[in-house]
Every structure is written in C-alpha cells, then in structure tokens.
T-cell receptor, first 114, second 115 residues
Framework: AQSVTQPDIHITVSEGASLELRCNYS??????LFWYVQSPGQGLQLLLK??????LVQGIKGFEAEFKRSQSSFNLRKPSVHWSDAAEYFC????????????FGRGTSLIVHP | EAGVAQSPRYKIIEKRQSVAFWCNPI?????LYWYQQILGQGPKLLIQ????????DSQLPKDRFSAERLKGVDSTLKIQPAKLEDSAVYLC?????????????FGPGTRLTVL
C-alpha cells in the first residue's frame, strides 16, 4: 500500500538554528512529492514539490528539500529558522501514473524557541 | 485572485444530527477535493471531482457522507447522521486539473465538533 511517513511528531529548535524534517515514502514507483505548511486555523500552503530531475528543490520561505531514491526520503530543510516558521508541516505523495490520489503524512509540529 | 472559500468556519452539532459544508473553488479550477483532517493526523482525501463528475470516492463513508458538485463549480459535503468520530476539520481544495502536477490550493477548512 502507498504510504507517507513522518517519524517525528514534534520538533523543537531554537530561532536561528537549522532545521530538518523527515519524510519517507513507500510507493511502487517514485511519486510526486510535496511539502505543505499549516498555521493554526489555516488551510495548507504548498512549500515545494518534486516531480523529477534535480533532486534538490527550492521552495518558498527559504525552504528546500532533497529527494533521495536510495533512502525513499524527501526531507525538508531550512538553514536558519525564524519564530514565524512555527507551524505544522505535512509531507504528501501522489502517484505519478494512474490515479492521482494524494496521501499525506501525519504531520510534524515545529516549535521554535526564542 | 480569490482563494478557495469555505463555510461555515465552525460548526457544533449533536450526534445523529445532519450537517452540510459548502466550498467555492478558485475560478477556472476544474478539480475539487474534499479532505477530512482528524486532530493529530494528516488530511485524508474523501472525494475528488473533475468538473461535476466524481473521479474518486473510495474513502468516502457512503452510508453517511455525500457530496455533490452539480454545476461543476461550488460543492457541498453532507453528513447524515453524524457520529462522534466525524469530529474533524473538513478541508476543500481545488486545482486546474486532476494531474498530480497541478498545485492544490486549500481553503481554511470547517471545524466540526460532534457532541
């Protein structure tokens, strides 16, 4: 079965520190991969996406993610976290062929200490 | 450009009552999605429309949930009768087309509490 796993429920970092949020996927073929951010009471906003090609993708708000086929991972990174980055982050996958049914991970809550 | 609109933003009902949610997608977006997001979990797709036709509703509990998009624009999701476990945020999203390459734009959601 297709799945997306985010192993960390909560991540706490200090403002200005670097960040890495983990995401692993399980699909028959490489899916399209996405990272979304959700602030309290808001809908999801797309940070970045990977379809194919360059395995390091740049997104909005200074985020980037690296696709690693050998590890079935698509980890999200940011070199210096700002207090406004505190939010819920979701990784999602969509099959690249056939049905385009998205599957989301459970989410990782990012807490930023001043 | 206006985003995806949803109403109401909050709804509290008692179990066994019925409830309906409304979604107006971004103008020109042919594909519309309804998701259920239970507290502490990621969104789960309930139903996907392409214009006014259903693309996928395999995860929709059809004994109590129904959805329609009669004119291919706005959509309504209904629950009848509601159960305690239906307490969740219901998110609507839209995209230009059904391909996974088309970005989904999400509305703010409707938070449903079933007592």
């Amino acid at each position: 079965a297709q799945s997306v796993t985010q192993p960390d429920i909560h991540i706490t970092v200090s403002e200005g520190a670097s960040l890495e949020l983990r995401c692993n996927y399980s699909y028959g073929a490489t899916p399209y991969l996405f990272w979304y951010v959700q602030s309290p009471g808001q809908g999801l906003q797309l940070l970045l996406k990977y379809f194919s090609g360059d395995t390091l993708v740049q997104g909005i708000k200074g985020f980037e993610a690296e696709f690693k086929r050998s590890q079935s991972s698509f980890n999200l990174r940011k070199p210096s976290v700002h207090w406004s980055d505190a939010a819920e982050y979701f990784c999602a996958g969509i099959p690249s062929g056939g049905s385009y049914i998205p599957t989301f991970g459970r989410g990782t809550s990012l807490i930023v200490h001043p | 450009e206006a985003g995806v609109a949803q109403s109401p933003r909050y709804k509290i009902i008692e179990k066994r009552q019925s409830v309906a949610f409304w979604c107006n997608p971004i103008s020109g977006h042919a594909t519309l999605y309804w998701y259920q997001q239970i507290l502490g979990q990621g969104p789960k797709l309930l139903i996907q429309f392409q214009n006014n036709g259903v693309v996928d509703d395999s995860q929709l509990p059809k004994d109590r949930f129904s959805a329609e998009r009669l004119k291919g624009v706005d959509s309504t999701l209904k629950i009848q009768p509601a159960k305690l476990e239906d307490s969740a945020v219901y998110l609507c999203a839209s995209s230009l087309g059904p391909s996974g390459r088309n970005e989904q734009f999400f509305g703010p959601g409707t938070r449903l509490t079933v007592l």
